[in-house]
């Protein structure tokens, strides 16, 4: 018997009613990661084992999802000596995290061969490409103003960006690197909407 998760997930914080004044408009149904579930040790390790499942598959039911996500610290010298840095930063809002990846297939086409198509040589993984959509929502000014330069700092951090997150680390996900941040027009002056996009980044070794 397949368990939906969605099923046993209690949310106490409804994220649509506190985020539609800054947004416009309410997030559409996600599975909220970040919730208290109160069903018997068995259901819920059923219910632990399906979602697990589907991280695994690759998010091909699920595309969007809020959950929390934590900029680790990081220092990095670039090679005129400058030293970069930032302090670690968890966003104050869980936000919405949507990831995308496709196959590069290498083609080659076959002169008067008389079939048609292509040959394909050879297969390869893309990046995963990340949308990390949230939120400041913060009433006092000085406050939602360092967030929002903590947030500054990481983007343009010339160098990869490590992050804790449960859905991310789930897809061997463990570092970014930051293309784009964006701050759109936003309701209500404690509010300042965010939209980082980015790709997943690997630790790769060089022979000279």
């Known amino acids: 018997m397949r368990i939906d998760p969605v099923e046993y997930i209690n949310d106490k914080t409804n994220l649509a009613v506190h985020t539609q004044a800054a947004f416009g408009f309410a997030f559409p149904p996600v599975i909220p990661l970040k919730t208290n579930v109160n069903v018997s040790d068995k259901e819920a390790k059923e219910a632990s084992a399906e979602l697990q499942a589907r991280l695994n ?5 699920n595309t969007n999802w809020i959950i929390p996500l ?3 610290a990081a220092v990095y010298t670039d090679s005129a000596g400058k030293r970069w840095s930032y302090d670690e930063f968890k966003l104050p809002v869980d936000p919405v995290i949507s990831l995308s990846r496709k196959n590069i297939i290498v083609r080659r086409y076959v002169s008067k061969s008389g079939t048609q198509g292509s040959v394909k040589e050879r297969w390869s993984m893309d990046d995963w490409e990340l949308s990390i ?3 400041i929502i913060e009433e006092d000014e000085d406050l ?3 967030m929002l330069s903590q947030l500054r700092e990481i983007a343009k951090f010339p160098s990869s960006v490590p992050v804790v997150c449960q859905l991310l680390n789930n897809m061997d996900i ?5 293309e784009s941040i964006d701050f759109p027009h936003t309701r209500g002056i404690e509010n300042q909407v965010f ?8 630790t790769y070794r060089l022979l000279i």
């Open 174 to 178: 463990f570092q970014i690197a930051i």
């Open 195 to 202: 939209i980082i996009k980015a790709f997943s980044d690997e």
């Open 70 to 72: 934590v900029f680790s």
């Open 144 to 146: 939602r103003n360092f």
């Open 57 to 61: 598959s690759g998010l091909v039911e």
């Open 133 to 135: 959509t949230g939120v």
